[in-house]
């Protein structure tokens, strides 16, 4: 036990050294920012939601009104890890800094992750802590305030490969649990290709080199599989039921019924929806060879956080990999190497031939916009190989002769210091060098160390350049550009609060200069393209009205929620009829336009509200801007929305809310038709008298499935955890008998 606590000390202190070097942006002194303030107002809208019982599927804060399934599959919704921020939340914790304590620890479980990976593959508990000390000071958490989707991608990645690696060696229940979890989190966090691209790598190099061996392995496989038959059946089951969500996002984006804007269609078409994107937009946001190499030379006034690249790794490593040259050439070398020739060759895009036949031959490459954050997957097989090459040194000496090797030794780091001098401007680089001689010196003269002082050694060695790096970097992030840094704080720290109906919208101006609440912030361009952090996937209507009609125009028609009409007229051609509907938005007009897609497929039941000459209609459509007796809203939240209306004769509603087909919507407790209505909104046919009229977003069985699937997560998350609990306990038991 004592040995135990002592070990965990190696992690602890760099860890704690992590947190100090971001202490500013761990405890909340600077805010996240980017993409990562993007994920935090998802993450608190939707536990918002969560705990007034509603899982959001839908959001009407976002372009008035857009589907949640997206930004819930970008960062992993399902992942139990998360329910720590609303528990951290109940026992004092402010909803932010609950937050940060959440994502940052998710982080660290990466960290951990990649030191029991890297111990499974390198069978070296040295190896495997410089492999751990490279990854945590590098590039991979120096982004994470600001750009936190490598995370979501890298960490159930590494745990992945971990279960896998594991289960493929000896087969166990813990191991085939663990790897069916972290292929559901995979499945439904941001993108699964970009762990598919590796897997598919990865299996390939496994099957070349493991060829006569693999009827065998499949043979184990088949025994466990008999062993334990209902874990598998249950396990399949569960992974199919996680793939719901992750299918029905993709299912949108592939029909079109929400635009990625970022992403565009192959044909680049602005109102076509869909995920796939242009090779030339891939190609021209990745990175250059040059970016590989950029760690080398770094000047100390320049350090920024646009300037750091993002393939940033310890000095050590260059020089470990300088050395490595004179290395036997080992099959787990060759295995590495062709792990990491492709991912490279992918990243540099036109600068190789190689993306360029995947991109066209291998359909999933047309979704993988930004090619950048392979950096993310290649950095870790990188530190792979480099923790793999410090081993064999460390093992074999690679010269018989120690005064050769010592030469050899000083040699290169004299070679290094030359390349460097005038080139790259920090003192710790230098003191790396330095360092880095005196720990080969060591090996090569086989002198004496204690074991915990190889530690320490190895740890100045890895660690002593990123800490000054990252120092400057820390000093750079306080000088992020904040329009208005005392509201931003104020916005961030609103405390947990439920959504609140509005029969008027905001105006946008107001909208963005007094954001007094948190409904504010994810609304704050509710009028507009796309909130701030690029919060949003519009469908595809509202987007196309935003992109054809002024801001002036459209805001005045938004404004309001609720419009009744006592005609509507059938379009079949949308662009045909703009002119006229900017028209009826300037005069508000009594009439409404149907779509002739959904009149056709749903039928009109009142044939009264159809106009025969539009050119003759006066009046203007009745505004709803406040409950009344012929009007008020019963309950709101999310997913639905539940009105009373009474008027003496039929009259048609639109409910300027998105139109998505997942939508449903109920009168006097029977289903109805829903029309898209004016081009973008959601419309119903009310008859005359008193009505409840209940508008629901259900998609693949509503908010119950989704549940369905979050219990299960946590379900099989408990039980993966149960089982290395009760497997310890075996083990200790075992030992206490021998």
């Not at 000459?613 to 019963?634: C, G, K």
């Amino acid at each position: 036990m004592k040995n135990k606590i002592i070990s965990s000390f190696k992690f602890i202190i760099p860890i704690l050294l992590w947190l100090f070097l971001f202490s500013d942006a761990v405890s909340g002194k600077i805010p996240v920012s980017g993409d990562c303030l993007s994920f935090y107002s998802h993450v608190k809208y939707f536990f918002d939601s969560l705990q007034v019982g509603v899982f959001s599927l839908w959001c009407p804060f976002i372009f008035w009104g857009g589907t949640f399934l997206v930004e819930l599959n970008a960062y992993g919704v399902f992942n139990p890890i998360w329910l720590l921020i609303p528990l951290l939340n109940k026992l004092g914790l402010s909803f932010y800094l609950s937050f940060l304590s959440a994502f940052i620890g998710y982080f660290f479980v990466g960290q951990i992750g990649f030191y029991f990976l890297a111990k499974t593959v390198l069978r070296s508990s040295l190896a495997a802590y410089a492999a751990f000390l490279f990854f945590l000071f590098s590039s991979s958490g120096m982004f994470i305030f600001h750009y936190p989707y490598h995370i979501f991608i890298f960490v159930s990645v590494i745990w992945f490969f971990y279960f896998l690696l594991n289960f493929w060696q000896c087969p166990k229940r813990r191991f085939f649990v663990g790897t069916i979890f972290s292929l559901m989190l995979i499945l439904n966090c941001y993108l699964p290709f970009y762990w598919l691209t590796i897997f598919v790598f990865f299996s390939v190099v496994y099957f070349l080199f493991n060829f006569m061996r693999f009827k065998k392995d499949i043979l184990i496989i088949k025994s466990f599989f008999c062993r334990h038959f209902l874990t598998v059946i249950f396990c399949f089951l569960a992974l199919f039921l996680s793939a719901i969500s992750s299918f029905k996002t993709y299912q949108l984006t592939k029909t079109g019924e929400i635009v990625c804007n970022e992403r565009k269609t192959k044909e680049e078409s602005p109102y076509a929806g869909g995920a796939e994107v242009s090779y030339g937009k891939i190609v021209n946001a990745g990175p250059s060879t040059e970016s590989f190499t950029g760690s080398l030379f770094l000047d100390r006034d320049k350090v920024l956080p646009a300037s750091i690249t993002f393939f940033y790794i310890s000095f050590f490593a260059w020089c470990i990999l300088a050395l490595s040259i004179f290395n036997k050439i080992r099959k787990k070398t060759v295995f590495l190497i062709l792990l990491i020739l492709p991912l490279f060759f992918i990243l540099i895009g036109e600068q190789s031939f190689v993306f360029k036949v995947f991109f066209n031959f291998i359909p999933w490459f047309s979704f993988i916009r930004n090619i950048g954050i392979f950096v993310f997957i290649l950095l870790p097989i990188f530190i792979l190989f480099l923790a793999l090459q410090l081993k064999l040194i460390l093992k074999e000496k690679f010269l018989i002769n120690r005064y050769y090797a010592l030469a050899v030794v000083a040699v290169v780091h004299v070679g290094i210091l030359m390349l460097l001098i005038g080139k790259n401007s920090f003192f710790s680089t230098y003191a790396t060098v330095l360092l880095s001689l005196i720990f080969f010196s060591i090996i090569i003269l086989e002198y004496q160390v204690r074991k915990w002082l190889w530690f320490i050694l190895l740890g100045l060695c890895i660690v002593a350049q990123p800490v000054e790096v990252m120092w400057r970097f820390r000093d750079n992030l306080k000088n992020v550009i904040i329009k208005d840094r005392a509201n931003y704080f104020k916005i961030i720290a609103q405390p947990s609060s439920r959504i609140i109906f509005s029969f008027i919208r905001p105006d946008y101006e107001e909208n963005y200069s007094n954001l007094e609440s948190f409904e504010h912030r994810v609304q704050l361009k509710d009028l507009m393209k796309f909130p701030p952090g690029g919060a949003g996937f519009p469908p595809k209507w509202s987007y196309y009205l935003v992109e054809n009609i002024s801001t002036e125009i459209l805001n005045k028609y938004i404004k309001y929620k609720f419009y009744l009409y006592d005609h509507i007229e059938i379009v079949n051609h949308e662009n045909e009829s703009l002119d006229f509907l900017i028209k009826i938005f300037q005069n508000n007009t009594n009439l409404a336009l149907v779509s002739g897609d959904e009149a056709q497929a749903q039928g009109l039941r009142f044939k009264s509200l159809l106009s025969d000459d539009n050119t003759r209609i006066q009046s203007q459509a009745t505004v709803i801007s406040s409950p009344s007796d012929s009007f008020e809203v019963l309950g709101f939240n999310a997913n639905s929305i539940k009105i009373r209306t009474h008027f003496s004769k039929e009259k048609f509603l639109v409910y300027t809310d998105s139109f998505q087909s997942d939508w449903q919507v109920f009168v006097n407790g029977k289903r109805a038709p829903l029309y898209r209505s004016n081009f973008a909104f959601k419309g119903v046919e009310l008859p005359p008298g008193e009505n409840i009229v209940y508008f629901r977003y259900f998609p693949i069985g509503g908010e119950l499935v989704y549940l369905l699937i979050f219990g299960i997560y946590i379900g099989l998350f408990l039980w993966l955890i149960i089982l290395f609990i009760n497997d310890d306990k075996a083990k200790k038991e075992i030992l206490r008998n021998d």
